[in-house]
């Protein structure tokens, strides 16, 4: 494996009664003055944000809010949250809802202590130096935001979506309590589902030698997945199953089993560029993308395919060669996500070849892309257009 230094500095309180329990305490740590980061209004029809505004309330806080926060969060959205920062002098930014809304506070936390537009952090122009202090209560397990430092922010005039992100933007505290899942729309545990489970693929498919513990680790997780998924989606209160999702969501990207590895990370720099143009879900969009990546990288590498249909799938690889294993393992894959209803070609959003050269140039603008295997341009648009 590689040298590596691990740093993640989240508190985490996962379960029922957190919030009752210390909320009122993490958020005064920091101090009075909140600004409250929040969607389109599901915290107001489940409850959270009464009870959230009446925790903060008898501690003392001051909520100033900003709502409204899209599932493919704007820049211009950021925008109107750091100048809500300046104007009242905001202490701490407290993110409710799923992986978009915490996406966004992590750039306004940024944007806020940043001399210059924030969009320069994502396009690789400026570093951040500083953040406001952040903290989540999370709704949705999906991209495990709540415990990482990285987000994606879409500038919808120009059509681009980018990743950025600092040590300064590492929740200091977040709240997982499952039953705050029990509401989410069917549509979005599956693409929840398929978020966490393409964090996992980019970990484990990765050129790395010799890490067998962070495959075993990534494969427990993506198994996990597997199992829990469809008892959440047939119950959806059903508290371990959502509680176990919750917790692969977070393990899949908060750097425990990505230690000492270089996983891949061509499959979001992919979606990235549809969702810019598109406006589609982000885990739908993996879903369509990850067999077609697959099917296109399957020759790197057979072995680490094998291995997911061995370890993860149960498939009995005895008179198997390696590259017969792998497609049965791409096939287990497309099975799992037609079996829990994720979308399985850009058809299925309306999305035809028109705009394919565009998003391949926009994938690789800043050089290839992946690391299992290195993508082109000529790459990108065949993994495109093997998707339509």
Known sequence: MNSFRFYNPTALYYGKGQIESHLAEEVTRYG???LLVYGGGSIKRNGLYDKVQHILADAGVTL???SGVEPNPRLTTVHKGIDICHSENIDLILAV???SVLDCAKAIAMGAKYDGDVWDIYQRRGQATDALPLGTILTLAATGSEMNAGGVITNWETKEKLGGGSPYTFPKF???DPE??????QDQTVYGACDMLAHCFEHYFHPTHHTPLQQHLIEAVIKTIVEHTKAALDNPHDYDARETLMYCSTMALNGMISMGINGDWACHAIEHEISAIYDIPHGGGLAIIFPQWMEHTKNVNPTRFATLATNVFGVDGAGKTDAELADIA????????????APQHL??????DDQLERMASQAVRFGEIGNFKKLNKDDVFAILQASL
């Open 32 to 34: 009075k003055r909140v």
């Open 174 to 176: 977040s709240f997982c």
């Open 64 to 66: 100033f809010e900003l």
């Open 330 to 341: 791409i096939a287990k894959v497309r099975a799992f996500y037609q079996e829990i209803g």
């Open 180 to 185: 705050n899942t029990y509401t989410v729309p």
């Open 97 to 99: 809802g799923g992986g």
């Open 347 to 352: 058809a299925d959003y309306q999305i035809g």
